[in-house]
Antibody
Framework: EVQLVESGGGLVQPGRSMKLSCAAS????????MAWVRQAPTKGLEWVAT????????YYRDSVKGRFTISRDNAKSTLYLQMNSLRSEDTATYYC???????WGQGVMVTVSS | DIVLTQAPLSVSVTPGESASISCRSS???????????LYWYLQRPGKSPQLLIY???NLASGVPDRFSSSGSETDFTLKISKVETEDVGVYYC?????????FGGGTKLELK
């Protein structure tokens, strides 16, 4: 069974940084591209970033380019999202997803507020 | 960016009846490999989304065959036959044709 468990969320001040982690199990992590998708309170789904199986290719939505970094450690079956220069509009539940959404974590809430 | 427009915004269905949700793309979702990059997800209340359909018409693992999807290169329909209480939630279409990946705005399914 695919399991994805996010951690690292919470309350952070604007301009500060936060790093999310996603521990994967139940499948061969290194064989799948991984992604982060977020959902602002009462809003729809918004893709944030994707990383290839090796980590050699990464893709970001324009609003987070230069501020967020997606990475992975295949030896630890863990996905990361380093978020810098956080803004109030980054407030959302962040989901770790496998490939095109064939597995989702439970989500972790990130609140950016002073 | 590819814009996905879902209709209706909400639908109310009697249990046992059928429901259909539309998703229209601003661009063809047919890839150069001949795959239509359209996905359907269900987000039940208070839960994470789950994949229902991939590549326009393929049922994801564990999804009951009451769910089906069809379409062209730009117009797609998710059909739910014999709606059950567990089908309540928000349905999203999404594409993976190119970056940025985008989602439709969602369609809320409720029971009468």
């Amino acid at each position: 069974e695919v399991q994805l468990v996010e951690s690292g969320g919470g309350l952070v001040q604007p301009g500060r940084s936060m790093k999310l982690s996603c521990a994967a199990s139940g499948f061969t992590f290194s064989s799948f591209p991984m992604a982060w998708v977020r959902q602002a309170p009462t809003k729809g789904l918004e893709w944030v970033a994707t990383i290839s199986t090796s980590g050699g290719s990464t893709y970001y939505r324009d609003s987070v380019k230069g501020r967020f970094t997606i990475s992975r450690d295949n030896a630890k079956s863990t996905l990361y999202l380093q978020m810098n220069s956080l803004r109030s509009e980054d407030t959302a539940t962040y989901y770790c997803t496998r490939d095109a959404g064939s597995g989702w974590g439970q989500g972790v809430m990130v609140t950016v507020s002073s | 960016d590819i814009v996905l427009t879902q209709a209706p915004l909400s639908v109310s269905v009697t249990p046992g009846e059928s429901a259909s949700i539309s998703c229209r793309s601003s661009k063809s979702l047919l890839s150069s490999k001949g795959i239509t990059s359209l996905y359907w997800y269900l987000q039940r209340p208070g839960k994470s989304p789950q994949l229902l359909i991939y590549q326009m018409s393929n049922l994801a693992s564990g999804v009951p065959d009451r769910f089906s999807s069809s379409g062209s290169e730009t117009d797609f329909t998710l059909k739910i036959s014999k709606v059950e209480t567990e089908d309540v939630g928000v349905y999203y279409c999404g594409h993976r044709l190119e970056y940025p990946w985008t989602f439709g705005g969602g369609t809320k399914l409720e029971l009468k």
